[in-house]
């Protein structure tokens, strides 16, 4: 149980381009979901949270113009990068939980490589 | 603010052998949970055991287990029985009890050797 999937696994796009990763709790309905950063040999960068039917909530320095969260279900959040520059590059993870706001645990996706040319 | 700190980069262990990854965090609060995730080389971040503050029992699962010192805000792993299966990035993680933020530490890179 507790299955988390993300599409695409990788993408690539050319600088200026807008690319969505979809992220869905497959057998479970998820409260809240949080999408991550993480570059190359680093720890995960928690970027923003979001609950269902409600504005994401971003972490301090990431802009919210530029990754736009949608949290149309509870099965489903989107993220998109817009006007993608190679800097976005890098591997970017959601994750989902059963209940808000109690520290539960998180069910991780198998993430996504952007890379941005 | 909570801050969680694994001071070691990288681990190497014998297979069969047993190895402890440590973590240590900081917080002024006393309700939380404790986490250890593993990332294979897929990427894929797999839960490996969860601890609640408020329970003095140490967590197990299999060969899983943890040394939860609160006090000394210490919450190693231990691994036993160490297989080629259990190589990867390990990260230890807390979270407070009324918030959701996952504050991850910097990761312990684990080989292990036949």
């Known amino acids: 149980g507790a299955v988390v999937s993300q599409h695409p696994s990788w993408v690539i796009c050319k600088s200026g381009t807008s690319v969505k990763i979809e992220c869905r709790s497959l057998d479970f309905q998820a409260t809240t979901m949080f999408w991550y950063r993480q570059f190359p040999k680093q720890s995960l960068m928690l970027m923003a949270t979001?609950?269902?039917?409600?504005?994401?909530?971003?972490e301090q320095g990431v802009e919210k113009d530029k990754f736009l969260i949608n949290h149309a279900s509870l099965t489903l959040s989107t993220l998109t990068v817009t006007s993608a520059h190679p800097e976005d590059s890098s591997f970017y993870i959601c994750?989902?939980?059963?209940?808000?706001?109690?520290?539960?645990?998180?069910?991780f996706g198998p993430g996504t490589r952007l890379t941005v040319l | 603010a909570q801050t969680v700190t694994q001071s070691q980069p990288e681990m190497s262990v014998q297979e069969a052998e047993t190895v402890t990854l440590s973590c240590t965090y900081d917080?002024?609060?006393?309700?939380?949970?404790l986490f250890w995730y593993k990332q294979p080389p897929s990427r894929q971040m797999i839960l490996v055991i969860r601890q609640e503050a408020y329970k003095q029992q140490n967590a197990t699962e299999n060969r899983f287990s943890v040394n939860f010192q609160k006090a000394a805000k210490s919450f190693s792993l231990k691994i036993s029985d160490s297989q080629l299966g259990d190589a990867a990035m390990y990260f230890c993680?807390?979270?407070?009890?009324?918030?959701?933020?996952?504050?991850f530490g910097t990761g312990t890179r684990l080989q292990v050797f036949p």
């Open positions: 993680a807390f979270a407070l009890y009324n918030t959701d933020k996952l504050i």
């Open positions: 979001s609950n269902e039917g409600s504005k994401a909530t971003y």
């Open positions: 994750s989902a939980s059963l209940l808000a706001g109690v520290g539960d645990t998180q069910y």
């Open positions: 917080t002024s609060e006393s309700d939380y949970y």
